[in-house]
């Protein structure tokens, strides 16, 4: 299928949708934890987290534009803290159903069967079964104007990944973590390695040394 | 391994990039394609391309703070126009390769063996081999002053997806796509499809319906 511009615009609405979110390929999926100003836990699942920096160690989150369900968005603003947790495939039912509108007295850790965890060292809830667990505080936003979603940054504060998939020089083996990946809004997927290169150098491979251009 | 602030900000830094670079999953992991002010193709690897959104149409890339050698992120001030590649396994070793410092000077698309595609709709090169193809134009960017990265954000021009990969409903399998993920910086990843879920709604399944909050 080739589509330009105004195919895009004329496209059957949750046709474009399920297309455009496809197109920036696996998306990591992490189970955002948060609590509201009463102290009631908030679990939801979001597709849009981003590396950011590794010192300052920074992750971001693109954010909908914020309504009256942005229970996630509004938490962060009312306490600063939030947690983010890679999902297990175990895990994938329900991290889905955390996407249902649930009103804000529920908790979707309760509602959708997940095990909460609190600690002493981190004000925010983590899902107790995941092996990636990190904390983050609030650092900045920006709006993006053209459709008025937001980009919200954090700072790392807290990670637990477990023993067992953590790699001697700092890499977390995907395989082992059985961590999901999303294709657009209703697909998952898991990690398999297939390849691991060392830094690249222009003459690491001489048969791709660079020509001359005439 | 738990790492607290302090522990983060102390370890050896090799180890806390490969960790940091991996608590946001797999990422996926797009070749961008553009020309310089002279017309010179240009092709880098990217791992931090987010979905921004479906209706306009518009995805984002992260970018680390600009160098000399940002030769992408030029490109676009220059030009505008850029593409996203989906990553074929086949192209893996020769993608990673597109990282090396080559010279402003040399196009990637000859001195790493991948092949480049002109096309009249859309004015920025493309990788032939890729099943997606996206052509995008620059539309907004901020500035993340915690560590002076810089998040581009793009319209939507053109794309072009294999029929054979595109579903009905606007899904691309990525299992078919064979469109690689990243982990952290050195490693390489394909999808699995392991589970696809219904619109979650909060009657949609009994045992995990809401309980009231005493």
Redesign the interface.
């Known amino acids: 299928?080739?589509?330009?511009?105004f195919d895009?615009?004329s496209?059957e609405?949750?046709?474009?949708?399920?297309?455009?979110?496809?197109?920036?390929?696996?998306?990591?999926?992490?189970l955002i934890g948060t609590f509201n100003e009463q102290g009631?836990s908030n679990l939801a699942i979001f597709?849009?987290?981003?590396?950011?920096?590794?010192?300052?160690?920074?992750?971001?989150i693109?954010f909908r534009p914020v309504g009256a369900d942005s229970h996630t968005y509004k938490n962060i603003q009312a306490n600063k803290r939030f947690t983010?947790n890679?999902i297990p495939?175990s895990l994938?039912?329900?991290a889905?159903?955390?996407?249902?509108?649930?009103?804000l007295?529920?908790?979707e850790f309760?509602?959708?069967?997940i095990e909460e965890e609190r600690i002493p060292?981190f004000d925010a809830p983590f899902v107790k079964q995941s092996l990636?667990k990190?904390g983050l505080i609030w650092?900045?936003e920006?709006l993006?104007?053209?459709?008025q979603?937001i980009?919200l940054?954090g700072?790392?504060?807290?990670?637990?990944?477990e023993?067992s998939i953590?790699l001697p020089?700092?890499?977390?083996d995907?395989?082992l973590a059985q961590?999901?990946?999303a294709?657009?809004?209703?697909?998952?997927?898991?990690?398999?390695?297939?390849?691991?290169?060392?830094?690249?150098?222009?003459s690491?491979?001489p048969?791709?040394?660079?020509?001359r251009?005439s």
């Open positions: 299928m080739i589509a330009q511009t895009i615009e496209m609405k949750s046709f474009r949708t399920n297309l455009i979110n496809h197109l920036s390929g696996g998306k990591a999926v992490h009631q597709s849009n987290v981003i590396h950011v920096g590794a010192n300052p160690a920074m992750m971001g693109l983010l890679h495939f994938a039912q329900q889905h159903q955390t996407s249902a509108r649930y009103p007295s529920t908790s309760e509602a959708c069967g060292e990636v990190i650092e900045e920006h993006i104007k053209s459709n979603t980009l940054v700072k790392i504060q807290y990670i637990s990944v023993d953590l020089n700092g890499n977390i995907l395989d961590s999901l990946s294709g657009g809004l209703d697909s998952y997927y898991q990690l398999k390695k297939v390849a691991q290169f060392p830094y690249a150098k222009v690491a491979d048969s791709h040394e660079p020509r251009n």
